[in-house]
């Protein structure tokens, strides 16, 4: 079974540009999640879809950020226009079963984001 | 809101000695607990979680937890870390909304 899968794995742009993050979560996991860790902090949520449709978009730090799910596979998350406190590390994460007490969730190695 | 904490950001052992990281939570209701491991280069895996039962949990190479409500922790232990254990663990709790919340994560450097 493949695992949750991300695009590209670092990505160097400068401050202005637009960089766009692909997920691709584990096939019928209704559940995906983003989140991101700044060097040295916590790993900090952003996110969360069940299936094409926002849950939760509390984390997402200002509307230059903007995460889309179009039918319920696979998700985006763009960054425009990017600037230097951008930079860190993009997880994306996935779950089945709604997202109740027993779910665990399966994580992608991340996108490594830096912002010059 | 919802806090995780994890007391310690740098860990350096030998070989074969004890481990025991601590993590703290700040939510008062029915919690979901989870640690976290991330090996160098690779993405981040579940050790072991609690939902409920036996407070004290074990998870995979030899790795185990144990959840005192008193004290709203889940300290992570093992008696004998390996080199292979180098890595970065992330305390993790599941409420309120069942979205996994992160500590600060800790990093362990064991020497040979």
């Known amino acids: 079974e493949a695992g949750v899968t991300q695009f590209p794995s670092h990505s160097v742009i400068e401050k202005g540009q637009t960089v766009t993050l692909r997920c691709d979560p584990i096939?019928?996991?209704?559940?995906l999640y983003w989140y991101r860790r700044v060097m040295g902090k916590e790993i900090k949520f952003l996110l969360h879809?069940?299936?094409?449709?926002?849950?939760?978009e509390s984390g997402m730090p200002n509307n230059r950020f903007l995460a889309e799910r179009t039918g319920g596979t696979y998700s985006t998350l763009k960054v425009q226009p990017a600037e230097l406190e951008d930079s860190g590390v993009y997880f994306c994460?996935?779950?089945?079963?709604?997202?109740?007490?027993?779910?665990?969730?399966?994580f992608g190695q991340g996108t490594r984001l830096t912002v010059v | 809101a919802q806090s995780v904490s994890q007391h310690n950001h740098h860990v350096i052992l030998s070989e074969a000695a004890s481990l025991e990281l601590g993590c703290n939570y700040s939510?008062?209701?029915?919690?979901?607990l989870f640690w976290y491991v991330q090996y160098p280069g690779q993405h981040l895996q579940l050790l072991l979680k609690y939902f409920s039962g036996d407070p004290l949990v074990k998870g995979i190479k030899g790795f185990e937890a144990e959840f005192i409500k008193s004290k709203f922790s889940f300290n992570l232990r093992k008696p004998s870390v390996q080199w292979s254990d180098t890595a970065e663990y992330f305390c993790a709790v599941n409420a309120p909304r069942y979205i996994p919340t992160f500590g600060r994560g800790t990093s362990l450097i064991v020497h040979p």
């Open positions: 879809f069940v299936k094409e449709s926002k849950q939760d």
């Open positions: 994460a996935s779950s089945q079963d709604g997202g109740g007490p027993l779910t665990e969730a399966f």
């Open positions: 096939s019928g996991h209704d559940n």
């Open positions: 939510y008062g209701g029915t919690v979901n």
